[in-house]
T-cell receptor
Framework: GQSLEQPSEVTAVEGAIVQINCTYQTSGFYGLSWYQQHDGGAPTFLSYNALDGLEETGRFSSFLSRSDSYGYLLLQELQMKDSASYFCAVGNQAGTALIFGKGTTLSVSS | DAEITQSPRHKITETGRQVTLACHQTWNHNNMFWYRQDLGHGLRLIHYSYGVQDTNKGEVSDGYSVSRSNTEDLPLTLESAASSQTSVYFC??????????????FGQGTRLTVV
């Protein structure tokens, strides 16, 4: 089966940098995805890493180390609107159904 | 624009009743999924489908069923609603890319309360 561990809460101030870690266990690895969900909203896709290394998309970056079964989401120049829950996810045995971690709630204060 | 829509957005039902939640997508995606979200548990996979006539059980499938008669729709049925099934339900879809993860698009969710 699959399991993912991520911190339940992270707090930071505007303009800061925050890193949300995710460790996973899976029988077959098809990449690590990250999703953002604002209160009352639907999860939305942020990034996907299939290979080791850093992927950068604007203020957000995602890193993967397959040998360590570890990844992280890096959020830079934090803004109040970044306050949300962030989920890491891996594919199930067939690779196409996402299994999610329990989520990390990020609170950004001024 | 392509979209994925869920109905109803809110529903209150009684214990023991059969309930069906609708999910309709216009992305023409082969893959469709149902998740439930509860505080402290994140998103848990209920059922999923890779195409017409294909359905598969997820992590928490007991008490739920799905059917896929066309590409656009994957209705979720609670055979006999229980209070433990009070939750927010999300439907999602994604394109098939040969077995690798792709971006999943989520509906706005259905808040179901079983009393």
């Amino acid at each position: 089966g699959q399991s993912l561990e991520q911190p339940s809460e992270v707090t930071a101030v505007e303009g800061a940098i925050v890193q949300i870690n995710c460790t996973y266990q899976t029988s077959g690895f098809y990449g690590l995805s990250w999703y953002q969900q604002h209160d009352g909203g639907a999860p939305t896709f942020l990034s996907y890493n299939a290979l080791d290394g850093l992927e950068e998309t604007g203020r957000f970056s995602s890193f993967l180390s397959r040998s360590d079964s570890y990844g992280y989401l890096l959020l830079q120049e934090l803004q109040m609107k970044d306050s949300a829950s962030y989920f890491c996810a891996v594919g199930n045995q067939a690779g196409t159904a996402l299994i999610f971690g329990k989520g990390t709630t990020l609170s950004v204060s001024s | 624009d392509a979209e994925i829509t869920q109905s109803p957005r809110h529903k209150i039902t009684e214990t023991g009743r059969q309930v069906t939640l609708a999910c309709h997508q216009t992305w023409n995606h082969n893959n469709m999924f149902w998740y439930r979200q509860d505080l402290g548990h994140g998103l848990r996979l209920i059922h999923y489908s890779y195409g017409v006539q294909d359905t598969n059980k997820g992590e928490v499938s007991d008490g739920y069923s799905v059917s896929r008669s066309n590409t656009e729709d994957l209705p979720l049925t609670l055979e006999s609603a229980a209070s433990s099934q009070t939750s927010v339900y999300f439907c999602a879809s994604s394109a098939t890319t040969g077995g690798t993860n792709t971006e999943a698009f989520f509906g706005q969710g259905t808040r179901l309360t079983v009393v």
